[in-house]
Every structure is written in structure tokens, then in C-alpha cells.
């Protein structure tokens, strides 16, 4: 999916740093995304949650607050207000040079951040929080063994995440001022709350306090055995995928050109591939248990050049698989071999010693293969790392005769 870094300034004019992930077409809807307490915006359950919203038609901004991350400003002079005013120009940004956001999505001590400011943004339809807090004050607990000496100094060292951060006392007094539920119940937006009953940071009692103050329309989604930083790959895409198709009810309306088509991440088997339509021309999405391709057409063919077209993938697999099967045999042998590089293309020929070349025009395929192989290699070892070559999988593969049997899937599903 495509990404934009974005620059734009907090309200004391110090810059603030993010990243725009947009789908390949216009996108459903702009959101924002308030990452967790001392955190960034390249924390892995950000980076996967929003990376999936793009694949499913979202806009999603991602920032690091001010002190933070790439952003500029000093962590010890923030406090929740700051962060408060932070997504208010976040919103701000979008608003000016892109669309107003109409989803906020907080994680942690961004998810109290989220429901606190949301009622400032009249664009913003629909609020998700992940493990949050009901309210900012929830995070003194943090400071609990440094309370007095901040207090009695104004400032102390805080260790966090084992990270060391300087907390002030206007840290602490702005916590009081963050203390009560009044602001959910007066949300007047939809609302999602996300939590996993064994999170340990943050209790699931303030997913409780958040859902009883706030009022319809409102849902709760239990996370079941994630961990607070939902660090399990498939527990930030179950997020993704269920706030997709959740918030989606909530806006206007969604694409429905056939280029701007969301389907959901499936579930992948080991060792499997899933590829589905990305559009109505030739576009598709290749999913892996763990990784995501696209594949596509050069647009002289009717296609939208989104990714590579299928012999490239093919040529990709035979040249990735000759690569790493030569690694392995250099690096069990102890061969100085320092670089390969495999040149691939495909192409037909008329195979000319054929049976049947007689009576009619034969082609063949036909992949070659140029291996540039750098090191301290006698010419034993060259010759011999090209016969191993041969020997990769995918090679065999394409050697051998090979049967593949197609039939329909038990699934039959009727639009």
C-alpha cells in the first residue's frame, strides 16, 4: 500500500511527525491513529493495524506526539492535554490537505485521548479504542513508586517500558484535570471498544467503565488471549478487520468502483496462498500466512501496473529459490562467496526437435537464467555452485511433470 510521510505542527509550532498509509484507490475514509502511552507510531500493532485498514479502503494517519519518535519537542513539558491539542492538529492536517477524518482510533492512553477529544471534531463519525483507559488519570498508577519524589522535587526519572523519561508535576496535576467520565457520555459518536481480558496493563474493569458511561450506539469486542501491545500478528489484523467492517455503517458510503474493492485479510494455511480480486481487471492480491503481494498487468494490456504480472512472479520464485539454495551450500561448505545476482526472463521458442514439428508449429517455454556469482572463487567452486543451481526446488519443480488439480470450493457464496 502506497505511504506519505506527513510533517505538520503542534500548537506550539514544533514539528510532529507521521506516516499516511492510503489504499491503491481513493479511500473510503480518512482516520487518525493515537498510539499508546510512551510509545510511537512505528509500534508493530500501529504499523500492522493501519498497514490492513489501507488494504481495506481506509486513509490512516499515524504520528508520534510531540517529544516522541521523529517528532520535535520535549517529552518532560508534554502532559495529556498537549497530546490532546496533538490530535486536534493532526485532524487539522488531514482536514487542509487531504479529508477530514471521520474515524479515531486510540490504543492504550491513545484510546482515552481519542474519546476525550473526539467531541471536538464534528467530521469524526465513529470512535475504536484498544485496551484504553476510561479516563488519562488511569496512568498514575505508572508513577506510583516516584509519586512523592515528584511531587516534592517537581520532576523525577521514571522508568517506562525499560525506557527512562522525565515526569513533571505538570504531568501529574494534568492527570486530575482528565478524571472523570463525563466526556464519553456526552460522545454523541459511534463506539468500539477493544480490550483482551488478560491485558495486564490496562484492566478490562476500564473497558467496562468506558462502555457503561457511553451511549448507543456503542459495541464490545473481546480480544480473548492478546496481550496489551496485541504484539500477535493476527491480533492486530482481527482488530483491522473487524473495525473495518464495523465503522463502515457509520459513514456516508464506500466506493463501489470496481478499483476500490475492500475484502477483508483472510485466514492463510501454512505452506498456502490465497489470491483474490483486487479489482475488475487484473489486479490481485497474493496472501501468504504472513505476507501480502500484489500482482497485476502492465497498463499497455489493460491492466493498472499495481504489481508485478504473473511470469514475473514465476521467474521470482525460480530466481529467489536458485539464490538461497547457492547460499546454503556456500555458507556449509565455508566457499568465500560474497554475492549472487540471478538474471531471469522468460520467453517461447519453437522447439524445433520436437515430434510433432512437422505437422505443425510447436512453441516451448523457455526461462534463462544468468548467475553472476563475486567472491574468491576457484573455477571448481563456480562450476559447481551452477550445478547446484539446478538443484533448488522450485527448479525441480519446473522440470519435473507437474499435475495440477482444479476443482471448485464447497464455499459457493451467491451476490
Known amino acids: 500500500m502506497p505511504r506519505t510521510k506527513a510533517t505538520f505542527y503542534n500548537a506550539e509550532g514544533e514539528s510532529l511527525a507521521g506516516l499516511l498509509e492510503t489504499p491503491e484507490g481513493p479511500a473510503s475514509a480518512y482516520a487518525l491513529f493515537a498510539h499508546c502511552f510512551t510509545c510511537s507510531k512505528d509500534i508493530t500493532s500501529a504499523s500492522r493495524i493501519t498497514r490492513a485498514l489501507a488494504r481495506q479502503g481506509f486513509a490512516v494517519l499515524r504520528f508520534d506526539f510531540t517529544g ?4 520535535d519537542g520535549d517529552f518532560s ?4 492535554s498537549s497530546n490532546l491539542q496533538d490530535l486536534l492538529c493532526a485532524a487539522e492536517f488531514l482536514e487542509k490537505h487531504y479529508k477530514s477524518p471521520k474515524l479515531l482510533i486510540g490504543h492504550s492512553l491513545g484510546g482515552a485521548a481519542a474519546l476525550a477529544v473526539a467531541q ?10 484498544i485496551g484504553a483507559p476510561a479516563t488519562a488519570d488511569h496512568v498514575r498508577h505508572l508513577f506510583a513508586k516516584s509519586h512523592e519524589a515528584i511531587m516534592q522535587n517537581q520532576s523525577a526519572h521514571v522508568e517506562l517500558n525499560g525506557r527512562q523519561f522525565m515526569i513533571k508535576r505538570q504531568f501529574i496535576d494534568d492527570l486530575e484535570q482528565h478524571n472523570t467520565l463525563d466526556h464519553i457520555s456526552a460522545l454523541k459518536k459511534a463506539l468500539l471498544i477493544f480490550h483482551s481480558p488478560l491485558d495486564e496493563t490496562v484492566s478490562i474493569d476500564e473497558a467496562a467503565r468506558i462502555f457503561t458511561a457511553a451511549k448507543h450506539p456503542k459495541s464490545f469486542v473481546s480480544l480473548d488471549n492478546a496481550d496489551h501491545l496485541l504484539s500477535r500478528r493476527q491480533d492486530a489484523l482481527y482488530v483491522a478487520n473487524v473495525l473495518s467492517a464495523w465503522a463502515a455503517r457509520y459513514f456516508d458510503g464506500n466506493p463501489t468502483d470496481d478499483d476500490d ?3 477483508l485479510v483472510p485466514e492463510v494455511k501454512p505452506e498456502s496462498v490465497v489470491v483474490r480480486e483486487k ?5 490481485r492480491e497474493i496472501f501468504t500466512e504472513n505476507h501480502i503481494l500484489t500482482s ?23 530466481g529467489s529459490c536458485t539464490s538461497m539454495t547457492m547460499r546454503m551450500y556456500a555458507n556449509h561448505k565455508k566457499i568465500d562467496l560474497h554475492d549472487i545476482e540471478v538474471e531471469l526472463s522468460h520467453s517461447r521458442i519453437h522447439a524445433d526437435d520436437c515430434e510433432m514439428c512437422e505437422k505443425q508449429a510447436q512453441m516451448i517455454d523457455k526461462i534463462s537464467r544468468i548467475i553472476t556469482l563475486t567472491g574468491n572463487l576457484d573455477e571448481a567452486q563456480r562450476a559447481r555452485l551452477l550445478e ?10 519446473l522440470t519435473n511433470q507437474i499435475h495440477i488439480d482444479t476443482k471448485e470450493s464447497n464455499q459457493r457464496i451467491v451476490k
Open 68 to 71: 516522541l519518535g521523529n517528532s
Open 77 to 80: 513539558n508534554t502532559n495529556f
Open 120 to 129: 471536538h471534531l464534528p467530521s469524526v463519525k465513529a470512535v475504536a479504542t
Open 261 to 263: 474493492k475492500i475484502s
Open 279 to 283: 479489482n475488475k481487471k487484473f489486479a
Open 296 to 318: 497485476d498487468e502492465p497498463r499497455t494490456v489493460g491492466g493498472s501496473d499495481l504489481g508485478a504480472n504473473p511470469y514475473e512472479l514465476l521467474l521470482a520464485a525460480l
Open 388 to 397: 547446484i543451481a539446478d538443484k533448488c526446488p522450485v527448479h525441480k519443480t
